[in-house]
Nanobody, 126 residues
Framework: VQLQASGGGLVQIGGSLRLSCAFS????????MGWFRQAPGKEREFVAAISRGGGTTYYADSVNGRFTISRDNSKNSVYLQGNSLNPDDTAVYYC????????????????????WGQGTLVTVSS
């Protein structure tokens, strides 16, 4: 599995950003997907997850209501839309893939994800 995250950049406080993650190498619809982030000097943390079919999503409390995870199985891609960004959202964002037989389950622990992208940097500043 190869994952390529993109869409990071410099965003003003209160602004929005849409991250994309392109999946290749296996059948995308067999994988639940997740986004994690790592801020400077901090540990990697869970952001959002989505099930294989897209019907189940889950968010960290810190982004719930501001971020939306989605996927397009026809395009082998997963997305993370972030709104009302603040400096605490500054981090390298990683997409990750979790193989599962369940169409509806999600994963939240980093150890459950077997494949990771290279990360894309999001900087929120005034």
């Amino acid at each position: 599995v190869q994952l390529q995250a993109s869409g990071g950049g410099l965003v003003q406080i209160g602004g929005s950003l849409r991250l994309s993650c392109a999946f290749s190498g296996r059948t995308f619809s067999n994988y639940a997907m997740g986004w994690f982030r790592q801020a400077p000097g901090k540990e990697r943390e869970f952001v959002a997850a989505i099930s294989r079919g897209g019907g189940t999503t889950y968010y960290a409390d810190s982004v719930n209501g501001r971020f939306t995870i989605s996927r397009d199985n026809s395009k082998n891609s997963v997305y993370l839309q972030g709104n009302s960004l603040n400096p605490d959202d500054t981090a390298v964002y990683y997409c990750a893939a979790h193989t599962t037989s369940s169409l509806h389950s999600i994963a939240r622990r980093a150890g459950d994800f077997g494949s990771w992208g290279q990360g894309t940097l999001v900087t929120v500043s005034s």
